[in-house]
């Protein structure tokens, strides 16, 4: 069985300063020298690995489409561990469109989506494991999500659910154990027993699962909201936040009549950050009221909310409403009540605030200190230091819905066993196993493996 | 084969399958070929050896009981003999889940010898032979094999069945025999023709405790322990009224304790395990004496079973106590037990070493990859017991039948049976020690029930011809009825009264208000169908034997599902070919292990890849990956 060479564009599209075409198989020296034309002549095989400079033509040799650099790569010392060929070409979409073409022509296939990254890994030269960390890493918006998706891909998350595996086979074998010899005197065994050690491994699993709302803060950021009566201050918190004038700020009630979004570093965390109209419980206004509706959609959007309360004026039904409005946000998400205009004398009773965390309070006039206020959102959402610091967080949903899986099935055995129902516990057992093994990709479902290269996109 | 100059060949006639020996392997495979009407020849180095038991008096257990309860789907003959010759019966790990009920038979071993003898004897196409096959060569329509004194006989399949009689030794402290099971004759001849084959062979050990004299036991300090008092029985044919009937002996139970423990550490040295001198690997679940109070030096007693080896004889055999320790020293050990001390002993606990074979070398068909027609079964194939190997048997009896009828091979998947789970683990993980079936080993136990093995198998034994017609329509009707009733049940409400409050409380169960649907009912914890029979009197249109059995299905529904869908998904890696010329060296994803193990065993799909051992999931998604690429 041999395998056909495949070429695609590496770089994305659209129009950019240079453009990368890979080709990888077989024959994709043969294919690469029907394409392009070194300046000296010589063959590019025989300087492997270094940049040559050329002519791009069509197959025919007739017309030249471009100028550019090729890169050879002989087997196995390449990415695919095939014959890999790379040419550097100007980035225009028809230009390099052109090339492949061309390439196409000369007798290499279009690739498929994460191809070469499938090739490399038949040849050894990637695991699965390092797949899915590579492809966090291609994902990771922030430099702290690199630095957290390479100790993954070091394999900090291995070794965790390493261990909790080793602790459940552990539990699972005294079941074992009284199921297959009934006529040992391992008979004493009782249901609290077998249960307790389960208990153990569930709260590993619920811990490392845990560490998803981490993972996924630092990862892929999440949703935050500021909320709040008008003129409460939102838009000057905002702008605080982002240290720039984003939302127009200004003493009139309502000036933000819709939703602003801006990205935002929190520490470690970041923050899709939207600063939103005020909430007040009636206005004729049809845009501001507009404005309104999408400020209460927001919050059932929203895992951070800013709850801010103008400190300076006596509570008013309009606060009320928002406190009423905030019990529409979903379960778990986080909500900081900030306590606005400090520097003036204080007046709302803070009583009335009972949002379960304790108010921030904040004179935005000049440069606040936002120091407390960040470290109480990293803490919300770093949960776990230690876990953190070892890497051993949870960052993308197919592993966090295996490992609550997991725990569902040991839960699910666990009353089995309550009910007497101890050839069911086994099977849970067992499926709980198999499911952990499934979250570090230790497992040969197929499932995981057309979810991990489906991340990546052509020519990666 | 310098020992066999003596020999003068001769033709001595002709068969289409031969199986070498007569064990619970060599009888179901002898059985089964000639029952579908192939000519058949039953080799035992000795008739008094036919279907004799020389290790403990019983069949089935965990794990093992599911196995004779799939042999009676299939036609095999086990289940039978063993209700026939029953002395107690007993159902294993009732109250834990009808998954792991386990059926256990003491048996009377004689009777047991006499039935499969006689059975054997009165099988038309089969001819009954004593005689040690020395060698076995290929010849032009397949195999000839030749006896001791010269006798040749030509056959197109061959059944190696030797169990533990291939160069066997048995070892007792500082002696050591050249004899079979019970000190029977080995066969000393067949392992080197085996390997000129191409065989490769390797030595197992397995032991047996020692049998002492009833008379001798003083019962006052043993435990009893007294059969089922509601008996099940294992076949389908056997007369369940007469055998409920049937008078129940006793088994006994004794404890060691601190002393013997302390004979043992301070025999130790005496011991040919512990002094080097068995090398050969025996099975871990099955360990004797010595090596438990060796490894687990904390026990402070370990359990003996006492049980009875016949009706005519006062043999008891001590389960718990097998060992190769010296004579002197397995005496002291036996009347260091209360209730023992005064025990006479009639055989003396032995080790026994023979030759068998690396499985991994077999066919799912339990026939040797490299050399067509010639199959393996039982001890031969590096298993222990009875039950295994009489499955063994009878699964390589009808194919090396079907071979000969040029008929499409019985191949026994893991979703499909305990026996399919049990090959599938030799031909594709292979065994160390000697293997034995366990309910953990078999991912589907919830749908592979002893109490379904009939719906799961009877097709396969009806389209061998080892199943009538009769059965066949019996099972069709129970699939109908178990059907009705469960159909029955989901759709039938109950309405509160009395009487259902007064059946639910004693269940421990809430009271209804309203009316319920009968299936909801069923499955609560702690109620069963056979008490709703007085509120509902319909539920009296069907048996309770279809009663219970559409219990375990309306209880488990959610279960069995999933386990239909993983059963699915299994069918599906299964249904993944792997093409036979693959080169796996041209992968260089593998890892090397991966590699030479792919390459030796050559998995016929992906799902049997994936159950190498050595063949990690990353090796099986790079052999997927590659077979991807290379489709398209």
């Known amino acids: 069985m041999v395998f056909s060479t495949i070429a695609a564009v590496s770089t994305p599209r659209g129009k950019g300063g240079v453009a990368l075409l890979r080709v990888s198989g077989p024959d994709a020296f043969a294919v690469a020298s029907r394409v392009f034309y070194p300046m000296d002549g010589k063959d590019f095989t025989l300087a ?65 989506p994460g191809e070469f990254s499938r090739r490399a890994h038949v040849n050894g030269k990637m695991s699965l494991s390092a797949a899915e960390g590579i492809a966090d890493l291609l994902d990771a918006k922030t430099r702290e999500a690199v630095v957290l998706s390479s100790k993954h891909a070091r394999g900090a998350v291995s070794e965790k659910i390493a261990a909790i595996a080793e602790k459940l086979t552990a539990a699972s074998s005294s079941l074992w154990a009284y199921l297959d ?137 309009n606060d009320q409403k928002v406190i009423d409005a905030l019990h529409g946000a979903p379960e778990g998400a986080v909500i900081l009540p900030v306590l606005t205009k400090c520097d003036l004398p204080a007046v709302l009773d803070e009583a009335r605030i009972s949002l379960g965390e304790k108010p921030l309070t904040l004179s935005l006039k000049e440069g606040a200190d936002l120091t407390e206020l960040t470290e109480r959102v990293e803490k919300a959402f770093v949960t776990d230091e230690d876990l953190y610091r070892e890497g051993a967080v949870i960052t993308n949903a197919r592993q966090a819905a295996c490992l609550n899986r997991a725990a569902e099935r040991i839960e699910s ?29 230790k497992s040969a479902g197929e499932k995981i493996l057309n979810e991990v290269f489906s991340r990546f996109c052509v020519g990666k | 084969m310098d020992q066999l100059k003596d020999v003068t060949a001769f033709q001595a006639g002709s068969c289409r399958v031969a199986v070498v020996g007569a064990g619970h392997a060599g009888v ?33 257990g965990t794990g093992k009981g599911h196995l004779v309860f799939e042999i009676d789907a299939l036609g095999g003959e086990m289940g039978r003999a063993a209700d026939s010759v029953s002395l ?106 085996l390997e ?69 550490r301070a025999n130790i040295h005496r011991s040919p395990l512990y002094a080097g001198k068995i090398k050969s690997t025996g099975p871990r679940y099955c360990p004797s004496i010595e090596d438990k109070v060796m490894r687990f030096p904390d026990k402070e007693r370990h359990q003996l079973f006492l049980e009875p080896m016949g009706e005519d004889t006062k043999e008891i055999y001590v389960q718990g106590l097998s060992s190769s320790l010296p004579e002197d020293v397995q005496m002291e050990v036996i009347h260091s037990i209360p209730g023992l001390e005064h025990a006479q002993v009639m055989r003396t606990a032995y080790a026994i070493e023979y030759d068998c074979i690396d499985p991994l070398q077999l066919r799912p068909t339990l026939e040797f990859r490299e050399i067509p027609g010639l199959f393996g079964a039982g001890q031969f194939n590096g298993t222990s017991g009875y039950e295994e190997a009489a499955c063994q048997g009878l699964v390589a009896g009808i194919n090396a039948a079907y071979r000969v009828l040029d008929q499409k091979p019985l191949v026994l998947t893991r979703e499909s049976s305990y026996i399919g789970t049990l090959i599938d683990d030799l031909v594709t993980k292979g065994t160390n020690e000697p293997y034995r079936i366990m309910t953990s080993r078999c991912e589907y136990r919830l749908i592979l029930r002893q109490d379904n093995a009939d719906l799961r198998l009877l097709e396969e034994g009806y389209r061998a011809g080892l199943i009538d017609h009769e059965r066949y329509l019996a099972k069709k009707r129970l699939e109908k009825d178990i059907e009705d009733a469960i159909q029955f049940a989901e759709a039938t409400y109950l309405a509160p009264s009395d009487a259902l409050s007064r059946i639910l409380s004693n269940a421990g169960s809430q009271a ?25 009197p319909d539920l009296a249109r069907w048996s309770d034997e279809v009663l219970s ?58 799902g049997r890849a994936s159950r190498i051992s050595g063949v990690s999931p990353a090796d099986i998604s790079v052999l997927l990956i590659y077979l991807n690429l290379n489709r398209g």
Not at chain 1, 59 to 81: M, N, W, Y
Not at chain 2, 198 to 215: E, M, N
Not at chain 2, 520 to 535: A, E, F, H, N
């Open chain 1, 48 to 112: 492997p690995r270094k940049q040559i400079y050329g002519e791009i033509r069509t197959p025919d040799g007739r017309s030249v489409l471009d100028d550019g650099l090729l890169c050879a790569f002989p087997a196995p010392h390449s990415f695919t561990g095939e014959d890999v060929v790379e040419i550097c070409c100007h980035g225009g979409e028809v230009v390099t469109a052109s090339v492949l073409e061309a390439l196409l022509t000369a007798g290499a296939v279009m690739a498929g």
């Open chain 1, 181 to 317: 010899y009934p006529e040992e005197d391992l008979q004493s065994l009782t249901d609290e027993e077998m249960t307790s050690s389960l208990s153990e491994v569930l709260g590993d699993i619920r811990a490392l699962s845990a560490s998803f709302r981490t993972g996924r803060a630092v990862n892929n950021g999440i949703p935050g909201v500021i909320v709040g009566k008008p003129n409460a201050g939102k838009s000057t918190f905002f702008n605080a936040l982002l240290r720039e004038e984003r939302s127009i700020v200004t003493s009139i009630p309502g000036t933000t009549r819709d939703t602003v979004d801006a990205p935002l570093m929190m520490g470690r965390i970041l923050v899709d950050l939207s600063d939103t109209a005020g909430i007040r419980r009636e206005t004729d206004d049809v845009v501001e009221s507009i404005g309104i509706d999408r400020s209460l959609s927001a919050i059932t959007g929203a895992e951070l909310i800013f709850a801010l309360f103008d400190r300076s004026v006596p509570f008013d039904e």
């Open chain 1, 413 to 441: 055995a666990v009353s089995s066993i309550r009910s007497g129902a101890k050839d069911l516990a086994t099977l849970d057992l067992e499926e709980a196993l198999a499911t952990l093994l499934e979250t570090d990709g």
């Open chain 2, 28 to 60: 179901e495979a002898a059985l089964a070929s000639a029952r579908m009407g192939v000519d058949t020849i039953l080799f035992t180095l000795s008739l008094e050896a036919v279907g004799n038991m020389p290790c403990n008096p019983s069949i089935g």
């Open chain 2, 88 to 193: 107690q019966s007993r159902m294993l790990n009732l109250g834990k889940g009808p998954a792991v009920h386990s059926l256990r038979q003491q048996s009377d071993r004689r009777a047991y010898h006499a039935y499969m003898k006689k059975t054997v004897e009165n099988t038309s196409h089969l001819r009954l032979i004593q005689a040690e096959i020395c060698r076995i060569q290929r010849s032009e329509q397949g195999f000839s094999l030749m006896t001791r004194f010269g006798a040749t006989y030509k056959s197109n399949c061959v059944v190696v069945c030797s169990g533990t009689y291939l160069r066997a030794d048995i070892v007792v402290g500082d002696v050591t025999l050249a004899a079979g099971p019970d000190l029977f004759y080995p066969a000393n001849h067949l392992t080197e023709s």
């Open chain 2, 196 to 264: 000129e084959l191409g065989v490769s062979l390797r030595r197992f050990k397995t032991g047996t405790p020692p049998r002492i004299h009833a008379d001798s036991i003083d019962y006052d300090l043993c435990e009893e322990q007294a059969g089922d008092a509601d008996p099940v029985c294992f076949s389908y044919d056997t007369d369940r009224d007469a055998f409920r009937r049937k008078k129940q002996r006793k088994c006994y139970v004794v404890y060691t304790n601190e002393k013997t423990h302390e004979i043992i």
């Open chain 2, 512 to 536: 209804v208000t309203t009316g319920v649907k009968t299936a909801d009912l069923i499955r609560r914890p702690g109620v069963g169908v056979l008490m709703l029979k007085d509120v509902c």
């Open chain 2, 549 to 606: 059995r559409a219990e375990i299905e309306i209880k488990y529904a959610g279960y069995i599902k999933r386990q239909l869908a993983q059963a699915a998904l299994f069918r599906k890696l299964e249904s993944r070919p792997i093409p036979e010329d693959i080169c796996y060296d041209d992968i260089g994803g593998l890892r090397l292990e991966a590699r030479q193990k792919l390459s030796r065993i050559r998995p016929e799909n992906i």
